[in-house]
């Protein structure tokens, strides 16, 4: 038994990975929003939950599957990190998967107390307006926030994260040394969410947020989670999907040191030069890297 649960391990090793990672993911992060909605902490107290809710997740995941956690980072690596295409789609069910059971977890888990609020607040399990809680685990955007104005976010704030990911794993940049690296992606999704957070609630991952909208839809919201906010749902999908290859493509095309020879950095290595020349000629002034 022991050797077939191993054998099952190492051939589904990376949907495993995927799926325990953002299970983690969710679970934590959902559950302080739980926290947050019940009046216990505000937005700052929320920014350092997820944070330490995606480095936890990372540590869990990252050298098991790398932990993307979400598609739009597994579509991103495929486009330009050389990651395997025909690992995308279980990639991206194993992501739905996690997120919809660490949701659903969290979910009742804290069921008591969002039910004393929807006691308090003489509602059932709303999706809009006074007491509403369906939003502890699904993003909408502010009431005075236009269709436009969401996707453009979403798409931006995706862009970003991605842009900042790649950088933070460029080995040929100032990548973090040791394994400090979750926390710092932790840190730039706080970041986010302190910064936009109030603007679409940013998603910024289809699995983030479809698996707990469909666990809301089962739990008791009902469709008003896919119909509210003029058919919000697929926002939080399709703009991650544009804007994370957008910002791999923007670092790609104007950061990128993989192409970098391994002689150092070019700073550095204008500095060997300007040396070099200046010791052959001395009365010729040092070079400032412009050449083109």
């Excluded at 990975?17 to 953002?22: A, L, N, P, Q």
């Excluded at 509602?123 to 685990?137: C, H, K, L, M, S």
Aim: net charge negative.
């Amino acid at each position: 038994m022991k050797e077939k649960l191993l054998a099952f391990r190492k051939k589904n090793r990376g949907f495993l990975g995927e799926f325990i990672g953002t299970f983690t993911l969710m679970f934590l992060g959902t559950a302080v929003n739980a926290v947050a909605a019940q009046g216990s902490i505000g937005l700052v107290g929320v920014a350092i939950g997820w944070l330490f809710a995606i480095s936890m997740a990372v540590y869990v995941a990252g050298g098991v599957s790398e932990a993307h956690l979400n598609p739009s980072v597994t579509l991103t690596f495929a486009l330009f990190k050389g990651f395997p295409w025909k690992m995308v789609l279980p990639y991206t069910v194993a992501q739905m998967l996690g997120a919809f059971v660490g949701s659903g977890l969290a979910f009742l888990d804290h069921k008591p107390f969002l039910d004393q609020l929807d006691v308090t607040n003489g509602v059932q399990r709303a999706v809009t307006g006074p007491g509403a809680t369906a939003g502890i685990f699904v993003t909408f955007p502010a009431p005075q926030i236009s269709m436009i104005h969401a996707f453009a976010d979403e798409v931006l704030t995706t862009a970003a994260l991605l842009m900042c990911v790649f950088a933070i794993g460029d080995n040929k940049n100032l990548a973090p040394k040791g394994n400090i690296g979750p926390v710092i992606v932790g840190g730039l999704v706080a970041l986010l969410i302190l910064g936009f957070g109030g603007i679409s609630g940013v998603a910024m991952n289809p699995a983030r947020d479809l698996g707990p909208r469909i666990m809301t839809f089962l739990a008791g919201y009902g469709s008003e989670v896919f119909t509210a906010y003029n058919n919000y749902w697929w926002i939080p999908i399709i703009a991650p999907l544009i804007g994370a290859p957008l910002g791999g493509a923007v670092y790609s095309a104007f950061v990128d040191n993989s192409e970098q020879d391994e002689s150092g950095s070019l700073a550095e290595r204008e500095e060997t030069n300007s040396s070099k020349d200046s010791d052959a000629n001395p009365n010729e002034a040092p070079r400032l890297g412009l050449e083109f």
